[in-house]
């Protein structure tokens, strides 16, 4: 397997000159296709800096982020925006779903923009919310729905278009412990199919399911447990 993310000598700093902040300071990660990979590291430690970096959120002050083998460093807003479109799967803690759309709808959204017809949109939605148990909750509504099942509906959205990289940043922060299980259950199956996935959290015990974990601190990389061989 090749390298998917390369992050080359990356710094992001806010508010240049006397008063700057290094969220992220020479940083260098590599992750190859098919990893599952644990970014940790508390609050302020530069770890959200590095979220919106591999989401093409945002882009570097200083060094190159490669994706996919494409310098993405130096490319416009609408040119990301395609990137994320086309590249990138993203699971976030407050579900983002739309409340008065169905999951199926929510799902669907996406596609929608990527401009995916009709009847193959209906399609990848329906078998990405069979992927994640949610076959017989379609037609329902969020509210209609508990938090477990939400973040579901948000997972089949991410993966109904088969991106190469799924990026989920703290996905079970809202969650019981049940519900934390099965998400972790499916991002797990997703790895075993091949996925590239990138977790973010803050806790070491859900670190601990990924195979890879990468731990940041004032904006470096304070350890790294290694790429797969």
Known sequence: MGALVE???????????ENEVRALDHVNVTIDEGEFVAIIGQSGSGKSTLMNMLGCLDVPTSGEYILHGQNVSELSDNELSDIRNREIGFIFQGFNLIPNLTALENVELPLIYRGVGKTKRVKLSET???KVGLEH????????MSGGQQQRVAIARAIAQAPPVILADEPTGNLDSHSTQEILAILRELHDEGRTVILITHDNEIAAQAKRVIKIKDGCIES?????A
């Open 224 to 228: 790294d447990s290694g790429r797969e």
């Open 128 to 130: 990405a919310l069979a």
């Open 137 to 144: 909750r379609m037609d329902h509504k969020p509210s209609e």
């Open 7 to 17: 992050i080359r000598d990356v710094s992001k700093i806010y508010n240049p000159g």
